[in-house]
């Protein structure tokens, strides 16, 4: 560090002073907990007064950039999430590509699934914010009730005493549903399958945001169909007019949509937007797949709209799950295809698994008519949130100048961009032999692109195990990529 | 009916008489319990002598296809099913195709799943011959054993504790099997999908057999692949020869066999064809998808081989399932797909359905550790072989003359060819406004082909009710295409 200290300039040597050291803390030089050098070394090092140097570190201060410490001196200051900030606007590739990370994402999903690592990489929920019990105890109640239902009836569409359930709930997303409007599925996975089959044809293009829910690149690579990706924002989602001009470009035939805290960024799109949306899709004959997983997860009290609401001419096929709220073993989804599409779905859940496994669809409608899930969902809501705030805070504090994170609307899972020339996939595999789990950025995109970029799920209860993953997490982050000087 | 009396040729009269007669039973003219003319009636009509008369009804007596009782006369006997030919070897075309029948299917499907119509038309065991309060006695102990395993746990190849008990039973078909080769899935109906999506690709040809089961169908043509049918036998199963030669005329990449109880045939491919089959395949190159769904109904005491028993090569994909012996709507099944497509299957499974329903999974597990499953199998094979033959006997005695009927070695679905222009479809039509559920023969073909066959399940515990179904599906039969005289 050099700072000028000849005598005409001693008047601006305290703002010298300090746009060094603060240089420094953003380049990580000096790190968060850091004790700056003390006011009368200081002064001597650079030959300048003590005052001049007080003047520097009270300006650092009043930036918070250094806290004072009685007794103690200054200390560089532990970077708070409101000077960090979100990633941009992705800008994915323009041009339609098949996708080629199934096998990278085949070997991550295994990594990930590793018992014996600290799980910030699956957007699992942890079993311990489940109501495993009371559905157990659902579990038997329906069996005895249903007799040889559960064993024997066979019906693509799912069990009567499910879909009524659900419908009761879909009431809440903006659009009145009927049971039969509703097939029941394995999970949001499958119901995204007999979408995609229902929709399209090998070959054809499918539009998806940018980051993309890996698990759908999967699908659009094992149908053999291509995808298009499109910008989208971390904070307000899908971008539009992107959308818009690229389906002019190109032959689209499904988008494939996450409106609400979309994984892996978290973000909610603006109802304007969605109803921009469905109708600039509606206009070409596009149909839209929303993905709704993480729908009834929101953060701020008011459960999120889906796009069916504003859907007028059935094409809006909707998915949902109780795979992050309530059991995500029991595999049970479903999806509302709206009359255009209901057939056509129908059959291709008759051509593939024929039916929903019948205990857990039974033990899920005893539950939720037992009325326990909205208790339950309010409690886990506020779980989630806290933990996602939590692990933000860790990261901003910890990980390298420069790091940018997401602000999810809702979801548990935070979207990390790691700054310069960092690669998640390096980061990805020592975290692995450090004994923690997370995804890195390239599976989320059909042709590898964030590179730099993690997925960290906050789905489990905040411990000291996750305050000690998240510490070395930035460790591995700051010894791969040593910031400059 | 005219009998050539003139004296030259008396000697003879009874022979002529005799086979105008067995003509008109043969026809369906005269029908199973109609009285034949008295004794001095026919003398009369026919100016022939009583002794004539008699010799004649004694020589059809011989032929079994009259009897006489005891003051009563003489009446047209039950045709009994030693004199009911199988059907004929398959003859089906000879070119690939794609599969156009999958809205049929559909329809056909959801027809059959009428819960008020006599059961004829699903391939599905009757509750009552489930163990279904053993299976929910599982269901409670094995969820309170395992925590939040059910809930919670996620893996693509299914839960431990299931892999091992099937590996167990795997053991009997002639080939050891270990856990960690097995996938569980969601009913044999996703192993054939993951089969399907491993060894082939959109335009590829998959041979399969002739009649085929309409489900592998119905995949085929959603994941839009090509079909090519080779003929099969109804009593030792698919035509080794004719499928060599067919994949020497054709690019063929996977064939779909199921060699024991073959549905809807019930055929069993002898072991030497297995053998040759897979030896053949193996040869080429060309992976075989084994479907195993009725392996384990087998009616003569030995449980059939699987082909993995000659597969030195990792070509065979097995296919299993609980389906038909356990529980048909928990859907669990299993695929043994070997080390070269194990990694495939598993990335499938991980795209689509993610992983089979845990609380089923657990169930199964835990029953079949209790070990009541092997008796429950001898009862289950004991009624379900009665079944069969009632039916068999039943269809035999009331259809139409020229009437063929299917010889199965197990399982419990019978193939029924119906003579001369017999529209099945139309059969399939008028059963069910008659409250009868049946499976028309034109679903088990690509181009609809088997008009004249029906396929009737004998899932179900004889009853006065199908006796009467029998029988009016005997009439519906008849009524449509009466016999000409």
Known sequence: MSISTDAGAERFAYQRLAEALAG??????????????????????????????????????????VEARQRSGFFVAARRLDRVPPPAMSAPASKPATVGTCALIAEIVRAVADPSAVPLGAALPDPALLPVRALNRSMGSALRAAGATATSQLRAEGLDELRHEIAKREWNVGRASYHDEIVVTCGASEALELALHATTRPGDIVAVESPAFFGVLQLIELLDRRVLEIPTCPERGLDVDALVSAVESHPVR????????????????????????VEAMA???????????????????VQPRSLRAWDRTGTVLRCGSFGKTLAPGFR??????????????????????????????LAI???????????????????LRDNVQRMAAGIAASFPEGTRISRPTGGF???????????SLEL??????????????????????FRSNIRVSAGHPWSEKTEWAIATLARLARQAWPPGE
């Not at 570190?57 to 950039?65: G, N, Q």
């Not at 049970?332 to 857990?360: C, F």
């Not at 899972?413 to 690669?423: I, M, T």
Request: aromatic letters at 6%; one cysteine or more.
């Open 283 to 301: 206009e070409r004959g596009i149909p839209v797949i929303e993905d709704d997983t993480f729908g009834e997860l929101y953060f701020d009290g």
């Open 24 to 65: 420094q803390i953003r380049r990580g030089t000096l790190r968060p907990g850091d004790r700056l050098p003390s006011v009368r070394g200081m002064s001597r090092k650079h030959r300048v007064s003590i005052s001049t140097v007080m003047q520097a570190y009270r300006r650092l201060e009043s930036l918070r950039l």
């Open 428 to 449: 990805y595999g020592r975290a692995r032999d450090a004994g923690i789990t997370i995804c890195p950025g390239p599976i989320f995109s059909s042709h590898g692109a």
């Open 365 to 383: 409608a005893r539950y939720l008519a037992g009325g326990g899930y909205d208790r339950h969902l309010r409690g886990l809501r506020a779980r």
């Open 413 to 423: 899972v935070l979207w990390v961009e790691l700054p310069g020339n960092a690669d």
């Open 254 to 277: 499904a988008c494939v949509v996450t409106p609400n805290h979309q994984n892996p960024l978290g973000a909610r799109m603006p109802d304007a937007s969605k109803a921009r949306l």
């Open 332 to 361: 049970v989804g479903w999806i509302v295809p709206g009359p255009r599409y209901m057939e056509a779905v129908r059959r291709v859940k008759l051509a593939t698994t024929i039916a929903t496994s019948g205990p857990a669809q």
